[in-house]
């Protein structure tokens, strides 16, 4: 039997980890496998945890920490600090109050929540209980028409920015989901794309209609001519792909394997972050996700040239477990990990975490 969601925490859940218990009990077994897994053997999956634990940070003494602070400043706006919620699909299937709970906890720990194409909750209700405002990440449709139009309605709602998901024109095949045959339950439906004509769906990739559909870099260009919103790009692994990025006037990128659900055995997202980092030498902000559980995570992050990171599957079992309050202590966790851990590498703010950080 599932339990329904907890309405207090208790005290000796004090790290992600205890959240994905908490959060198991509460899931259906098809949902859960649909959050955790990945694709092909989630080589990538892994990788993305055990790259961190290779990565070694460099403890400092005696520095002075009075004027602490994690703030930042991204595409022009104040941020507290730079734990971002990653986007993902269907938060009603995690809670009842779905994608409102998440904002809600975002909201209360000053963290910006990024919604999902195929979110459950209208982008307008969802940044209505905002108080940083949104992004939308977009899956650029097979009906360029359609997708114009979702663009203007997410800019006219109320989002900062608009963060284009490039890695996922397929979706992987993920076995662990395959098998549990989930399926999106009833009732429970990407309401932002009501409307929209569908490819039809086939048993072919190759010669599908939907192949013939996926977005390229032109793509890529008209829809920057339609937003005046900063559009960041999600899903870079390839240096030269960043590059390209770059020479195409994205305002941001999002170093990301989708948490290693589309293709499987690519290198962990903070092991290739160093080297987008050099090739782009600073001339944008970069972001990243994929296997952050940790303020130490975070902070190898920072130091290997993220300005901020996102977090994927924590933020749900959060929601799970207990809804916005769920939400709200996962990022208030590693928003506590990470200020002691800035603190003991001898650093005040994030312009002084640099690779030294790291030993
Ligand atoms: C259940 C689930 C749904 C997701 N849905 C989306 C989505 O709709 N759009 C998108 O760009 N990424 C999606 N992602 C990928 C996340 O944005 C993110 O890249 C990944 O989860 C980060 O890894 P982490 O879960 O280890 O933090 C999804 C991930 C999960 C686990
Ligand atoms: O599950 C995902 O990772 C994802 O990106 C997605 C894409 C389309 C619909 C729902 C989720």
Same mark, same amino acid.
């Given at each position: 039997?599932?339990?329904?969601?907890?309405?207090?925490?208790?005290?000796?859940?004090?790290?992600?980890?205890?959240?994905?218990?908490?959060?198991?009990? !509460?899931?259906?077994?098809?949902?859960?496998?649909?959050?955790?897994?990945?694709?092909?053997?989630?080589?990538?999956?892994?990788?993305?945890?055990?790259?961190?634990?290779?990565?070694?940070?460099? &403890?400092?003494?005696? !520095?002075?920490?009075?004027?602490?602070?994690?703030?930042?400043?991204?595409?022009?706006?104040?941020? @507290?600090?730079?734990?971002?919620? @990653?986007?993902?699909?269907?938060?009603?299937?995690?809670?009842?109050? /779905?994608?409102?709970?998440?904002?809600? *906890?975002?909201?209360?720990?000053?963290?910006?929540?990024?919604?999902?194409?195929?979110?459950?909750?209208?982008?307008?209700?969802?940044?209505?209980?905002?108080?940083?405002?949104?992004?939308?990440?977009?899956?650029?449709?097979?009906?360029?028409?359609?997708?114009?139009?979702?663009?203007?309605?997410?800019?006219?709602?109320?989002?900062?920015?608009?963060?284009?998901?490039?890695?996922? &024109?397929?979706?992987?095949?993920?076995?662990?989901?395959?098998?549990?045959?989930?399926?999106?339950?009833? *009732?429970?439906?990407?309401?932002?794309?009501? /409307?929209?004509?569908?490819?039809?769906?086939?048993?072919?990739?190759? *010669?599908?209609?939907?192949?013939?559909?996926?977005?390229?870099?032109?793509?890529?260009?008209?829809?920057?001519?339609?937003?005046?919103?900063?559009?960041?790009?999600?899903?870079?692994?390839?240096?030269?792909?960043?590059?390209?990025?770059?020479?195409?006037?994205?305002? *941001?990128?999002?170093?990301?394997?989708?948490?290693?659900?589309?293709?499987?055995?690519?290198?962990?997202?903070?092991?290739?972050?160093? !080297? %987008?980092?050099? !090739?782009?030498?600073?001339?944008?902000?970069?972001?990243?996700?994929?296997?952050?559980?940790?303020?130490?995570?975070?902070?190898?992050?920072?130091?290997?040239?993220?300005?901020?990171?996102?977090?994927?599957?924590?933020? %749900?079992? /959060?929601?799970?477990?207990?809804?916005?309050?769920?939400?709200?202590?996962?990022?208030?966790?590693?928003?506590?990990?990470?200020?002691?851990?800035?603190?003991?590498?001898?650093?005040?703010?994030?312009?002084?975490?640099?690779?030294?950080?790291?030993?």
């Amino acid at each position: 039997m599932l339990l329904p969601p907890l309405s207090a925490i208790p005290p000796w859940v004090v790290s992600l980890d205890d959240y994905e218990g908490l959060a198991k009990e !509460r899931v259906e077994a098809g949902v859960w496998a649909y959050l955790c897994g990945a694709s092909g053997d989630e080589a990538t999956l892994a990788e993305n945890r055990e790259a961190f634990g290779r990565i070694k940070l460099s &403890p400092r003494i005696f !520095r002075d920490l009075s004027s602490a602070s994690t703030a930042l400043t991204l595409f022009g706006r104040e941020y @507290a600090h730079p734990i971002f919620i @990653a986007p993902t699909a269907f938060h009603r299937m995690f809670h009842p109050e /779905g994608e409102l709970a998440t904002v809600l *906890g975002a909201s209360a720990m000053e963290s910006c929540l990024t919604v999902s194409t195929s979110a459950s909750t209208g982008i307008e209700d969802i940044v209505s209980q905002a108080t940083v405002p949104p992004w939308f990440q977009l899956y650029i449709q097979p009906d360029r028409g359609f997708t114009a139009e979702l663009v203007k309605r997410v800019e006219a709602a109320g989002c900062g920015a608009l963060v284009v998901t490039a890695d996922a &024109p397929l979706s992987g095949l993920r076995n662990r989901e395959q098998r549990a045959m989930f399926r999106v339950p009833a *009732g429970i439906e990407a309401v932002n794309l009501r /409307g929209m004509k569908a490819v039809p769906p086939s048993d072919r990739v190759f *010669g599908s209609e939907l192949l013939a559909s996926v977005p390229v870099w032109k793509d890529l260009e008209w829809l920057r001519s339609l937003t005046g919103l900063p559009v960041i790009l999600k899903g870079v692994i390839d240096p030269e792909d960043a590059v390209i990025a770059a020479d195409e006037g994205v305002s *941001g990128i999002v170093v990301s394997n989708h948490g290693g659900r589309t293709l499987d055995t690519v290198p962990a997202a903070i092991e290739v972050l160093p !080297r %987008i980092a050099d !090739r782009l030498e600073g001339a944008l902000p970069l972001l990243m996700d994929g296997g952050i559980r940790r303020g130490t995570d975070i902070l190898k992050a920072l130091a290997l040239g993220a300005s901020a990171v996102m977090v994927g599957r924590p933020v %749900i079992h /959060g929601l799970a477990a207990a809804g916005a309050t769920g939400v709200a202590h996962v990022l208030k966790i590693l928003r506590t990990e990470l200020e002691i851990a800035i603190a003991l590498t001898g650093r005040a703010t994030l312009k002084e975490v640099d690779r030294s950080v790291i030993w």
